[in-house]
């Protein structure tokens, strides 16, 4: 007769079942809070966190659950920035205005019909709200802007030549878009690295690679300078 306790008895059997599940779990949540604490000490570590600190901003951890409180999807979804997916965020006053740095995962179509996600930047700043304007010196807008804002000729063919512009009210935009101003894009080397978008109370620029302090200030400087050219 097999007793219950035997070590090749059913109950025996499937007790040793339990308990190695048991201790499998375990050890599943001790790698997953052993891992938490890492992430969270790298990003207590990151950058942004010590540069929000210096400027009395707020650093948005990666998996904080928090965001800037201004802003735009910098994917173009037309969206808040708040209802966006971002990897980590810094919200700072520079200038006496309201700036934000985001990094964050686009999919990129590669040949094959592949995707992969890479990292990219937005940087952006807090303006008064207008009619949405696009101006870019390589004429590359994202799809959505392409399909939904005219494109603005100014009849300048120095300009219209350098400058690509889209927006929501072709006239606003052309009214906006001055002698004084057009001149002052054309002689302003820093539209042949960065785009500008003006939409939803924000003026935001990016592009690829995860932000540094250095390229937050530089983008963050030139998109005040363009808000301060474009009469309100």
Same mark, same amino acid.
Do not use: C, N, Y
């Given at each position: 007769?097999?007793?219950?306790?035997?070590?090749?008895?059913?109950?025996?059997?499937?007790?040793?079942?339990?308990?190695?599940?048991?201790?499998?779990?375990?050890?599943?949540?001790?790698?997953?809070?052993?891992?938490?604490?890492?992430?969270?000490?790298?990003?207590?570590?990151?950058?942004?966190?010590?540069?929000?600190?210096?400027?009395?901003?707020?650093?948005?951890?990666?998996?904080?659950?928090?965001?800037?409180?201004?802003?735009?999807?910098?994917?173009?979804? /037309? $969206?808040?920035? !708040?209802? +966006?997916?971002? @990897?980590?965020? %810094?919200?700072?006053?520079?200038?006496?205005?309201?700036?934000? =740095?985001?990094?964050?995962?686009?999919?990129?179509?590669?040949?094959?019909?592949?995707?992969?996600?890479?990292?990219?930047?937005?940087?952006?700043?807090?303006?008064?709200?207008?009619?949405?304007?696009?101006?870019?010196?390589?004429?590359?807008?994202?799809?959505?802007?392409?399909?939904?804002?005219?494109?603005?000729?100014?009849?300048?063919?120095?300009?219209?030549?350098?400058?690509?512009?889209?927006?929501? /009210? $072709?006239?606003? !935009?052309? +009214?906006?878009? @001055?002698?004084? %101003?057009?001149?002052?894009?054309?002689?302003?080397?820093?539209? =042949?690295?960065?785009?500008?978008?003006?939409?939803?109370?924000?003026?935001?620029?990016?592009?690829?690679?995860?932000?540094?302090?250095?390229?937050?200030?530089?983008?963050?400087?030139?998109?005040?300078?363009?808000?301060?050219?474009?009469?309100?």
């Amino acid at each position: 007769m097999v007793s219950a306790l035997d070590a090749d008895s059913p109950v025996m059997i499937t007790l040793g079942a339990i308990l190695m599940l048991a201790v499998g779990v375990g050890l599943l949540f001790l790698v997953l809070f052993l891992a938490g604490k890492v992430r969270g000490r790298h990003e207590r570590g990151h950058w942004m966190s010590g540069f929000a600190a210096e400027r009395s901003g707020r650093f948005h951890a990666e998996d904080a659950g928090t965001s800037p409180g201004f802003g735009v999807d910098p994917v173009g979804r /037309d $969206r808040p920035l !708040a209802e +966006a997916s971002v @990897t980590r965020a %810094v919200e700072f006053r520079h200038r006496d205005h309201d700036v934000a =740095g985001v990094d964050f995962l686009d999919d990129r179509h590669q040949p094959g019909g592949d995707t992969t996600q890479r990292a990219f930047h937005s940087v952006q700043v807090r303006v008064p709200d207008s009619a949405a304007l696009f101006l870019a010196a390589d004429g590359v807008f994202p799809t959505r802007v392409l399909r939904e804002f005219e494109q603005v000729k100014t009849f300048d063919k120095a300009f219209d030549g350098a400058i690509k512009v889209r927006a929501a /009210d $072709r006239d606003r !935009a052309a +009214a906006l878009l @001055t002698p004084e %101003v057009r001149a002052w894009i054309l002689a302003e080397p820093r539209f =042949g690295r960065w785009p500008v978008f003006v939409e939803r109370g924000t003026i935001r620029t990016g592009g690829r690679r995860s932000l540094d302090r250095e390229t937050l200030l530089a983008e963050a400087d030139f998109l005040i300078d363009v808000a301060a050219r474009l009469p309100r």
